[in-house]
């Protein structure tokens, strides 16, 4: 596979474990149980996605890819709502960044990005 296939596999993790770390932080300081269960919800749903990218690159790429525009949505909509960077803004950054690297790992898998091809 390329090289933007491998980032973006290990951006799925890494994202994975950045959002259910999230989820437990917001419950831990604000006994927040809407962070915690979200979080862990869309954590393990990234850490899925991961997995399944492994053994099926366009699956898993497109989940992590779906599931990163519904936090970036989620996110956006919090961020709006709260006004503060903290947490909802720098999850929204987090969230626009690993989408734009899932989605590049999407298009160079299924041929899309190619050296010679452009």
């Known amino acids: 596979m390329n090289n933007l296939f491998v980032i973006a596999t290990w951006s799925i993790l890494a994202y994975g474990v950045i959002v259910l770390l999230g989820g437990l ?6 006994k927040s ?7 862990l919800g869309s954590g393990i749903a990234l850490l899925v996605a991961w997995f ?12 992590a890819t779906f599931l990163g525009l519904v936090l970036f949505t989620v996110f956006v909509i919090r961020f709006f709502k709260t006004r503060a960077f903290m947490p909802s ?4 950054v987090f969230s626009l960044a690993a ?5 590049l790992g999407l298009l160079s898998t ?7 091809g452009v």
């Open 99 to 103: 989408t734009l690297v899932f989605l």
């Open 33 to 39: 149980q809407v962070s915690l269960f979200s979080g």
């Open 25 to 30: 932080m917001g419950y831990v300081k604000a």
């Open 110 to 116: 299924g041929g899309l990005l190619t050296r010679t």
């Open 89 to 92: 803004g720098l999850m929204m």
């Open 52 to 63: 399944i990218c492994r053994q099926m690159p366009l699956v898993g790429l497109g989940l």
